[in-house]
T-cell receptor, first 118, second 109 residues
C-alpha cells in the first residue's frame, strides 16, 4: 500500500526551529518528486516547497525562502522539512505529498501540526 | 495564477446534483499540450485526497458520480447525486505554473 507517514511538529516559540519528517512506503521513493503543502487552521491549502528525485532541484514559496529547507534521503525513503526562524504566520498543518508531475499530488501524509507562540 | 472557486459554500440535498466552479486568471494549457487542473476532496479531519487530475481524469477508487470538465480558464466539478460521504471541502489546484489552490468550496447538508 502506498503510504506517507509524517512525524515531527509541535509547539515552539517565535524564532525557534522544527524539523518535519515524512517516510514513504509502497512506491519507489527515489523516482518521485515530493512536496510540502500547508494549511492554516480553518483556511485553505498553500504550496510550500518541492524537491526533485535526487534532491538537486527545489523551489520555495517566497514567504519561507531563506528560513525553510527541504531535503531527502533516498536510502531511508525519507523527506524532511527543516524550519528555522519560525513566525506566527507559519502556524499550520503541514502535509507531505507525492507529486507525479505538475502538482497532481496523488499521495498525502496524515499531516502534522506546527504551532508558533509569541 | 489565481484560482477562484464558486460558490464558497454549497448547501446540498442528498441524492441531488452539485456543481463547483473553478475559474483561473490565466490559461492553464501547458506547453506540453495538457491542462494541469486537478480537484481534491478534504473530508472533516482528514488529509486532502485527489479526485480528478488534468481536468477530467478520475482517480482509481473515486465513485463515478464525480466528474470534471472544462478548458482553458474555466473548470467544473460535478457530483451527479450527492451522498453523505461527500460532505467536506473541495479544492481545485493548478500545476501549469507555480502551484496554486482555489479557496475551497464547503459542501454541507
Amino acid at each position: 500500500e502506498v503510504h506517507l507517514a509524517q512525524s515531527g511538529g509541535g509547539l515552539v516559540q517565535s524564532g525557534g526551529s522544527l524539523r518535519l519528517s515524512c517516510v514513504a512506503s509502497g512506491f519507489t521513493f527515489s523516482n518521485s518528486w515530493m512536496a510540502w503543502v500547508r494549511q492554516i487552521p480553518g483556511k485553505g491549502l498553500e504550496f510550500v516547497t518541492n524537491i526533485n528525485e535526487d534532491g538537486s532541484r527545489n523551489s520555495y514559496v517566497d514567504s519561507v525562502k531563506g528560513r525553510f529547507t527541504i531535503s531527502r534521503d533516498n536510502g531511508k525513503n525519507s523527506l524532511y522539512l527543516q524550519m528555522n526562524n519560525l513566525r506566527a504566520e507559519d502556524t499550520a498543518v503541514y502535509y507531505c505529498a507525492r507529486d507525479p508531475g505538475y502538482a497532481a499530488y496523488d499521495v498525502w501524509g496524515q499531516g502534522t501540526m506546527v504551532g508558533i507562540s509569541s | 495564477v489565481v484560482l477562484t472557486q464558486s460558490p464558497l459554500s454549497l448547501p446540498v440535498t442528498l441524492g441531488q446534483p452539485a456543481s463547483i466552479s473553478c475559474s483561473s486568471s490565466q490559461s492553464l494549457v501547458h506547453s506540453d499540450g495538457n491542462t494541469h487542473l486537478h480537484w481534491f476532496q478534504q473530508r472533516p479531519g482528514q488529509s486532502p485526497r485527489r479526485l480528478i487530475y488534468k481536468v477530467s481524469n478520475r482517480d482509481s477508487g473515486v465513485p463515478d458520480r464525480f466528474s470534471g470538465s472544462g478548458s482553458d480558464t474555466d473548470f467544473t466539478l460535478i457530483i451527479t447525486r450527492v451522498e453523505a460521504e461527500d460532505i467536506g471541502v473541495y479544492y481545485c489546484l493548478q500545476g501549469a505554473n507555480w502551484p496554486t489552490f482555489g479557496q475551497g468550496t464547503k459542501v454541507e447538508i
